[in-house]
């Protein structure tokens, strides 16, 4: 019986990660549901079994140390090919060189983009199954029946259809919109074409969720916010820190005020948040609430809760230093939670920026974790749980 000999060459997945970008600064590693965009596609990459290599290609010194971390091999890209203008064919055929000297034979080069969140392993299979077997190269798209318009100087007219008549969703043959997220190809073809659709093109439709693509603010909040969903349950990471610090009006509160007819205004607080700041007093976390916030109401909570407090701030930021100063913290080991615009300040100071659930999609997208409860319902006790010392006695020598 004859007995076949696997071909040595590799199934190599590249990841294009630059450090410049011009819509989300530094958007490789911007963070979703807690993890980076790098690391969520290295991530993927490594969950298809077929993938025998997953390389990292980038001009940035972060952004490699990040992918060593994660996992995967470095490709050190010249600046030349790292430009706004420069094209991700000229980047994935540098990588296959590099590989090349190094002795790494590419006979699949799965192409990722580390701009879409939610890439399934099992899609990156079935693509690299159809080129195995009748296709040249394979794009991830998603199934679409929308009608598409031009705009001009004489006004809207049809792409996909003629506008005088509207046929039903299922009269309609569908079309396939590109989610950008991967393509599949024969190395050989794509070295000899330069470009990644050559041959015979197959498509891998994904599900919609899976479609997602990061190239603004607004898309990295919504992909935070939709994370909470689509992740696996618990996937909140643990946020190692020294200090907690905390807004309050939004965090502790649901953000509204109860007023009387004499102008006395009244919050309401959650006995569950109470319970979460005990939990991290008594473990020896220090812990501080910011507040712009002028009613007393404020103090009054944080000497219930038995924490210090600065309110009715101008600059939320200036106070977060000058306390985390005075007792020789690293704000890199320091949560801050915010919901607002006026947090964004303090959230990009600290090492682990947390949003509430309800935020402002400004904080979502700055924050690293974004919590599963709302303000002033159960937002605090949620950090808390998340934040508490592995080694209580550790911590509390410190």
Request: proline share 3%; net charge negative.
């Amino acid at each position: 019986m004859e007995t076949r000999v696997r071909d040595s060459a590799e199934i190599v997945a590249v990841i294009p990660a630059r450090g410049g970008s011009k819509g989300v600064h530094r958007k490789n590693l911007r963070e979703v549901g807690g993890t980076s965009l790098l690391a969520r596609a290295i991530r993927s990459a490594q969950g298809a079994a077929s993938i025998d290599r997953v390389v990292v290609t980038t001009d940035d010194a972060e952004i490699a140390a990040a992918a060593l971390a994660a996992g995967a091999d470095i490709v050190h890209r010249p600046a030349t090919l790292a430009a706004d203008a420069s094209s991700s064919e000229s980047a994935l055929l540098h990588a296959l060189d590099v590989l090349e000297g190094r002795g790494v034979r590419t006979r699949v080069l799965v192409f990722i983009q580390a701009t879409s969140p939610f890439i399934d392993p099992v899609s990156l299979e079935e693509a690299i199954a159809r080129v195995d077997d009748d296709c040249d190269a394979v794009f991830s798209a998603v199934p679409t029946h929308a009608f598409l318009w031009r705009l001009d100087a004489d006004g809207a007219s049809g792409v996909n259809h003629d506008h005088s008549f509207r046929p039903r969703r299922q009269d309609r043959d569908a079309q396939y919109r590109e989610t950008g997220a991967f393509y599949v190809m024969r190395a050989a073809g794509f070295r000899t074409a330069g470009y990644r659709f050559f041959g015979t093109v197959g498509v891998v439709t994904v599900d919609e969720r899976h479609a997602i693509e990061i190239d603004t603010l607004d898309e990295l909040a919504v992909a935070s916010v939709l994370a909470r969903a689509f992740d696996a349950p618990g996937s909140l990471p643990t946020i190692d820190v020294d200090a907690v610090v905390t807004d309050f009006d939004g965090v502790h509160t649901d953000d509204r005020v109860l007023v009387g007819e004499d102008g006395a205004e009244f919050v309401v607080t959650n006995r569950s948040d109470g319970m979460g700041v005990r939990m991290l007093r008594e473990a020896g976390v220090p812990l501080l609430i910011l507040s712009t916030e002028v009613n007393p109401v404020v103090s009054a909570r944080a000497r219930k809760l038995g924490v210090d407090v600065r309110q009715g701030l101008d600059d939320k930021a200036g106070a977060l230093l000058e306390w985390s100063t005075a007792r020789g913290l690293d704000l890199a080991r320091v949560a801050y939670l915010g919901n607002d615009v006026n947090d964004l300040a303090c959230l990009a100071l600290v090492g682990w920026p947390v949003a509430v659930a309800d935020a402002h999609p400004l904080v979502v997208a700055a924050a690293r974790v974004v919590l599963t409860r709302r303000g002033g319902d159960g937002a605090v006790r949620e950090l808390a749980e998340l934040a508490m010392p592995t080694d209580k006695e550790a911590q509390n020598d410190n």
